[in-house]
């Protein structure tokens, strides 16, 4: 099906055989093997698969793979460096953020999209910039403090 | 987690674990016997549930899965604490039913109360064997030996536990009598601790089960019926079978196909060519006439206090739909798949293809949640049958969609509740009934003489089946919203009068600490702003909620919820806040805006863009009172939920003056 496209995905470049029409999400998870990206809805509801895409954070599971193509992907096993973790990751860590976690990793990217672009925000950036990643779990209060904190604000 | 404890066997798993050591059998017998318990009794030999290696690492055997509530973290800390040793030192093994002793499932908040006691008597147990082992050794009394940060300490000696028992293959019966380490002299539990493994998670780097991928794997999808009951009549895959690398599966109404990649499935899938016969089914309209079949047996006479009371099905909505990887190789079915009840799919799994249950695996990965709706194995059979088929290992992802109709629902239900008060405000009657959704916190906390309570089971329209504290958050509902209707009519503060008619001191307990903490004072409530509280009590845990709102327009602001929860002795406050918050704000969902509208055999809202959930705008300022004593722990993931509803209703009635009987509530 298709021919190949080349996406770059944390860093790496990746000659993907899939139809350029297929999502960037089953792209990650099925061909790369980048399982860190949930599948929660299908339908851009729930941010469980939460990328970025050059500096925009988009949901993959309504993204299709042309459109990543030139524009560096980023997804959540692209913020460890060298073993350190990232400071949201370390903050939803210590602010244990998380009861499944299953929403965790689209949680961070969001955020993480947040702090590039607002590396400040006020609680009620956090809300309505998180607004599209749901946690089943109830979690919000604990992540809103894990931003805040990685943000080098007071939780 | 770790990639051992899934390719190996128990037995070799052992030898792993061990270096061929294996600890605590006084005879290899007495080990066999252990493993051999399969069946559904519960193994009382220490090796059973706690292994210490010779390198000192301590694992932990458990039937429980882990769904987001942090079991692992908490079972760790009893091990720890009894064991003696550093929570690093932990491992816990759950959920893989060639590794772990038989359990019933992971709900109704069993795994504190019962697990817990159980892997801390034998953790206590091996450390009482231990410091016999190390008195032998020395040969000094035992008395003088100590067990501390995974050491034996004598008087002059020192030994950590690896050394003694490297080249022993020890096993001893569990003292069921044992003294468990008390609540004053915990070090390990009772204090906070971080999801054990959490760093796992933040790096996406834990695999769930629908992240699993194994060689040669293949992507199911299943042809679902056009709506419930439907039979299938003609098939026609002829121009799916002429598509390269797809395969179907067929099995009497059970149609499958399967596919190098999930778009192959799907592409697939819209190929097949089938047709139905569908009957006509009933809607949300003629749901409570549906459920409500009969009069209640007991009757007040006209002029006492009544109310009718209504909640609409609703749903999990687990964040990891429905997923499983299943792989029949060499004679041996292993699932893997996301469940509360490991052992419970292995039967169904069992049943559904006719094995011997020695040829059955599953292993539950932790899960991505389940609040009482992954008690079921439809995935997990679905795969199996394809697996089965081809032969090769086969994963099958639900859809949102799929999970919203093919799952099961928490009952809807109707309460209808009689009630009467002497003039000092004292409850005198109480009749409680309640149709289809369950008997669960039915009780009557308060003080009545002769309470009647009757759960009436009744067909319902649609697959239902457990959720987070089951029918309590409803009769909670019901019984709480008709207190602050009586109290209203009465003329009374409808804290005092909650006070006025209880003796229950746990209850009194949360609701004063609530209302203490809410800065609770009688109220003239309307123009907009008013309060609420609520309590109860289900599965030994106590919670009591207060809200306070304010509504303009219909339209609604939650200005702040004090919650007080009470469950004994606090395994771990960080844990234990997670749940009751995270149970608060669930409970919202149910209370505002959940329902599943269904009719015709068809869910019509069968996608999140159409089912509301609390999100973070949606969150109050919550405060949580969390009671520490020194009673046995309770389980915590449920009770919680259970308040929220009945306190936010009665705020709202306060502010508007509007009386909300159904849930969710419709506010214009």
């Known amino acids: 099906m298709g021919g190949a496209v080349e996406l770059v995905v944390n860093g790496e470049k990746h000659q993907v055989k899939a139809d350029p029409q297929t999502t960037l999400l089953e792209v990650l998870r099925d061909e790369i093997g980048l399982t860190g990206t949930k599948y929660g809805c299908g339908e851009s509801q729930c941010g469980a698969c939460t990328v970025l895409l050059g500096n925009e954070h988009v949901h993959a599971c309504v993204t299709l793979v042309e459109e990543a193509v030139g524009k560096p992907v980023t997804t959540i ?68 403090n894990a931003i805040k904190r990685a943000a080098g604000g007071k939780p | 987690m770790t990639t051992r404890q899934v390719t190996l066997s128990r037995r070799s798993l052992l030898k792993a674990l061990g270096g061929g050591v294996i600890v605590f059998a006084t005879t290899p017998d007495v080990i066999a016997k252990a493993w051999a318990q399969r069946g559904q009794n519960i193994p009382q030999v220490i090796s059973a549930w706690v292994h210490v290696g010779a390198d000192g690492q301590v694992t932990v055997f458990t039937g429980k899965a882990e769904v987001g509530q942090n079991a692992r973290t908490s079972l760790t800390q009893g091990v720890a604490e009894e064991l003696r040793v550093p929570v690093k030192d932990v491992r816990v093994t759950m959920a893989d039913t060639d590794l772990v002793p038989y359990d019933m499932g992971t709900f109704g908040s069993r795994t504190t109360p019962t697990m817990l006691p159980q892997v801390r008597r034998a953790a206590a147990s091996a450390r009482e064997a231990l410091i016999d082992l190390a008195a032998d050794l020395w040969q000094i009394d035992r008395a003088k030996l100590v067990a501390v940060d995974g050491r034996i300490v004598g008087p002059k000696q020192t030994a950590r536990y690896g050394e003694l028992v490297k080249d022993k293959f020890l096993d001893k019966a569990i003292d069921e009598s ?36 194994l060689p040669g794997m293949v992507h199911a999808k299943i042809l679902r019926p056009p709506s419930y009951h439907a039979k299938l009549v003609t098939l026609d895959t002829k121009e799916v079978e002429a598509l390269g690398g797809v395969r179907v599966v067929h099995d009497g109404d059970f149609v499958a196909v399967a596919a190098p990649t999930v778009r192959e499935a799907e592409a697939a899938l819209i190929k097949i060519r089938a047709e139905w016969t569908e009957s006509s089914q009933p809607s949300n309209k003629e749901l409570f006439a549906l459920l409500k079949t009969s009069e209640p047996q007991t009757t007040l006479p006209a002029g006492q206090h009544r109310g009718r009371y209504t909640c609409e099905y609703i749903a999990h909505v687990p964040l990891e739909p429905r997923a499983a990887v299943a792989n029949w190789s060499d004679g041996k079915l292993t699932v893997y798949t996301g469940s509360q009840r490991p052992f419970g ?41 394809v697996s089965f088929k081809l032969g090769v290992p086969v994963k099958l992802v639900w859809s949102r969609t799929e999970e919203f109709t093919w799952a099961y629902f928490r009952p809807a239900g109707v309460v209808e509740v009689q009630s009467s008060v002497d003039d000092q405000g004292k409850l005198q009657s109480w009749i409680f009934d309640n149709y289809n959704s369950g008997g669960a916190g039915i009780g009557m906390p308060y003080d009545v003489n002769d309470p009647h309570t009757e759960f009436h089971e009744v067909e319902s329209p649609l697959r239902q089946g457990s959720y987070r504290a089951l029918a309590a958050t409803f009769n909670n509902f019901a019984r709480e919203t008709h207190l602050d209707e009586v109290a209203c009519a009465l003329g009374m503060d409808t804290l005092q009068f909650r006070l006025h008619n209880l003796t229950n001191s746990r209850i009194q307990g949360v609701l004063t600490t609530a209302a203490q903490k809410f800065g609770w004072a009688p109220m003239e ?10 309590c109860g009590i289900e599965k030994n845990s106590v919670v009591a909620t207060a809200v306070e709102v304010f509504v303009n327009n219909g339209e609604l602001t939650i200005i702040r919820v004090v919650t007080a929860f009470e469950c004994g002795s606090i395994v771990n406050p960080e844990q234990l806040q997670n749940q009751v918050v995270g149970s608060l704000i669930m409970g919202l969902g149910g209370a505002l805006w959940e329902e599943v509208l269904f009719a015709d055999g068809k869910i019509k809202n069968a996608h999140l863009s159409r089912y509301r959930v609390p999100r973070f705008t949606d969150i109050p300022k919550i405060d949580c009172v969390l009671i520490d004593n020194a009673n046995p722990s309770a389980g915590a993931g449920e009770t919680p939920i259970i308040a929220i509803a009945p306190a936010l209703g009665n705020a709202i009635f306060h502010a508007t003056g509007k009386r909300l009987r159904d849930l969710p509530f419709k506010l214009s």
Request: hydrophobic fraction near 35%.
């Open chain 1, 77 to 144: 096993e692209g913020l460890e460096q060298d073993g350190n973790l990232h400071p949201l990751q370390q903050a939803f860590l210590d602010e244990d953020a998380m009861q499944c976690a299953y929403c965790v990793p689209g949680m961070i990217m969001s955020a993480y999209a947040l702090l590039r672009r607002i590396p400040h925000p006020t609680d009620e950036d956090i809300l309505q910039h998180m607004h599209g990643n749901i946690c089943r779990c109830g979690g919000y209060p604990r992540m809103v």
């Open chain 2, 178 to 213: 044992i003294a468990l380490t008390a609540h004053k002299d915990w070090k390990v539990l009772g204090k906070p601790l971080h999801k054990v493994d959490g760093r796992e998670f933040v790096t996406g780097r834990h695999k769930y089960a629908s992240d699993i991928a």
């Open chain 2, 345 to 385: 799919v292995k039967s169904e799994l069992v049943e559904a293809l006719g094995l011997p249950e020695s040829k059955v695996r599953v292993i539950v990965p932790d899960t991505g949640s389940g609040y009482g709706g992954k008690h079921t194995g439809e995935a997990a059979v679905e795969a199996a049958r």
């Open chain 2, 525 to 534: 409530g309307g123009r907009g702003h008013g309060q609420g509280i609520a």
